[in-house]
T-cell receptor, first 112, second 114 residues
Framework: GNSVTQMEGPVTLSEEAFLTINCTYT??????LFWYVQYPGEGLQLLLK?????DKGSNKGFEATYRKETTSFHLEKGSVQVSDSAVYFC???????????FGTGTRLTIIP | GAGVSQSPSNKVTEKGKDVELRCDPI?????LYWYRQSLGQGLEFLIY????????KSGLPSDRFSAERTGGSVSTLTIQRTQQEDSAVYLC????????????FGDGTRLSIL
């Protein structure tokens, strides 16, 4: 079946630091990959997506590249801000099976 | 409204009671999903609707859980004879369908079983 393994948290960084949150997946075929973010007190929001190998999703300074050879979709940002503090979820959805399979989530805290 | 709407936002009930949770998807979205978010289990899929049909209900944890969708729009998740382990945030999402389309989530219903 499908599974997503995500970097354990919590992660604490200083403002302007470089961020990487690792995500690897197991799936048959060609899944679509997503990063969702949950800000404190808010609902889940789509951050970015990639639907085929070598695609790069990007939004709000965050990027992730769909790497089929390493089955990975790592989230990166060059310079984080306090407002990026949130829980980040990696997820996949497979063709013919539209449900999202989520990783466990990574809590990110940015300190000024 | 423009987004997915869920009600109630909070529900506290006694063990053994039945509860109904409502989801109003984004207008025009044919696909609707229910998930559950709890501390111990993370985000779990419950059921998926395409139109009024549920091609995948594999995530429903027991026969106490059921869901329906009418008119290709509003969906209701019903939990009968609630147990304390049912305490969680129940999330609804909708999309235009297809695995490459993003799912848009509501703010959830926080269910607490006393």
């Amino acid at each position: 079946g499908n599974s997503v393994t995500q970097m354990e948290g919590p992660v604490t960084l200083s403002e302007e630091a470089f961020l990487t949150i690792n995500c690897t997946y197991t799936a048959t075929g060609y899944p679509s990959l997503f990063w969702y973010v949950q800000y404190p007190g808010e609902g889940l929001q789509l951050l970015l997506k990639a639907t085929k190998a070598d695609d790069k999703g990007s939004n709000k300074g965050f990027e992730a590249t769909y790497r089929k050879e390493t089955t990975s979709f790592h989230l990166e940002k060059g310079s984080v801000q306090v407002s990026d503090s949130a829980v980040y979820f990696c997820a996949l959805s497979n063709f013919g099976n539209e449900k999202l399979t989520f990783g466990t989530g990574t809590r990110l805290t940015i300190i000024p | 409204g423009a987004g997915v709407s869920q009600s109630p936002s909070n529900k506290v009930t006694e063990k053994g009671k039945d509860v109904e949770l409502r989801c109003d998807p984004i207008s025009g979205h044919t696909a609707l999903y229910w998930y559950r978010q709890s501390l111990g289990q993370g985000l779990e899929f419950l059921i998926y609707f395409q139109g009024n049909s549920a091609p995948d209900k594999s995530g429903l944890p027991s026969d106490r859980f059921s869901a329906e969708r009418t008119g290709g729009s509003v969906s209701t998740l019903t939990i009968q004879r609630t147990q304390q382990e049912d305490s969680a945030v129940y999330l609804c999402a909708s999309s235009s369908g297809g695995n490459n389309q993003p799912q848009h989530f509501g703010d959830g219903t926080r269910l607490s079983i006393l």
